[in-house]
């Protein structure tokens, strides 16, 4: 996206609303350990700065309703499959893609994954910079690799074939990656939340082949996440013009999520697909203009894992 376009969507985006912040216990316990701040208003204050900065970098409706505070990862299902394949596997490198601030990672991390085999990319180094901010950190004390680069440019993450025996090359130094393309067939774990609604069709299918490709064949290797979805796959028309920029966002439904990896990414029966779909509510997006009452929104939490 050009220079021009991010200052499009800046002009169009809503303002912050310091009343859409909101904390569970189990977050605010997870940053007052991480940042140090005990002091709950104090805490308050410094997520708002980091936001304010995030913000004016690209503002993303999750950063405006502090999604960033959430712990995804460790409320997917899959989870503790996570973390188990983490103890137990020799050498478990996990990788997690479109990672914005690093909150997710820093988790599993905090949860016991080994930090020595965790990596991290995004499209913008910028949120991975703020993470640090956020976190109170540096990169001597949180020392995870991040790569940057765009997930459809093949210098960085080329969509090869899945693999379905161990790669000819030793696993890469991951200090040493420039691009993700030296992980092929070596990655254990692929963390992907709120990144496949952001693309079409065509692009979520690309990005699943290239994900895919990345997976090592190893049985238990699995790719997780979370991201919206609809009961029946299609596009969601809710908000229109011009309460809505840009082209309609694309769903998959359970069903067409599971036989996109089930047979199109992996050949048909060599993976299991789970899938959880829940309604979900919004509450910075409830009361925008365009969008009725009555609307519901879905998220979908996932694993596919080789079998």
Not at 15 to 22: A, N, R
Not at 34 to 46: R, S
């Amino acid at each position: 996206m050009s220079s021009r376009d991010i200052e499009r969507v800046r002009q169009h985006a809503d303002p912050l609303d310091e009343s859409l912040y909101k904390i569970d216990d189990e977050a605010l316990e997870f940053m007052k350990a991480q940042t140090g701040i005990q002091d709950p208003e104090e805490l308050k204050k410094h997520f708002l700065a980091v936001q304010a900065e995030a913000y004016h970098v690209y503002p993303y409706p999750c950063i405006r309703g502090f999604h960033f505070l959430q712990m995804k990862l460790s409320r997917l299902p899959a989870y503790e499959q996570l973390l188990t394949l983490g103890k137990e596997r020799q050498g478990p490198i996990f990788l997690d893609i479109g990672c914005c601030f690093g909150n997710d990672l820093r988790r599993a991390v905090h949860d016991g994954y080994p930090v020595e085999y965790s990596v991290a990319s995004d499209l913008n180094p910028d949120f991975w910079n703020l993470g640090h901010k956020l976190f109170k950190s540096t990169p001597e004390t949180f020392p995870v690799p991040f790569i940057p680069g765009d997930v459809f440019d093949p210098a960085h993450l080329a969509p090869p074939s899945p693999f379905y025996s161990p790669p000819d090359s030793p696993p890469p130094e991951l200090s040493k990656l420039t691009s993700l393309n030296p992980l092929r067939g070596h990655v254990s774990a692929i963390h992907a939340s709120a990144l496949f609604h952001l693309f079409s069709e065509q692009k979520q299918l690309e990005l699943a082949q290239a994900l895919g490709g990345l997976l090592s064949p190893t049985a238990g290797s699995m790719i997780l996440g979370s991201h919206v979805a609809r009961p029946e796959k299609g596009l969601r028309l809710e908000v229109n013009p011009p309460y809505r920029l840009g082209d309609p966002m694309f769903c998959h439904s359970p069903e067409s999520w599971t036989e996109l990896w089930d047979g199109q990414i992996f050949e048909k029966g060599t993976v299991r697909v789970d899938t959880v779909l829940r309604e979900s509510r919004r509450w910075d997006v409830a009361q925008l203009p365009g969008l009725g009452p009555e609307t519901k929104q879905y998220v979908l939490a996932w694993s596919v894992t080789r079998l």
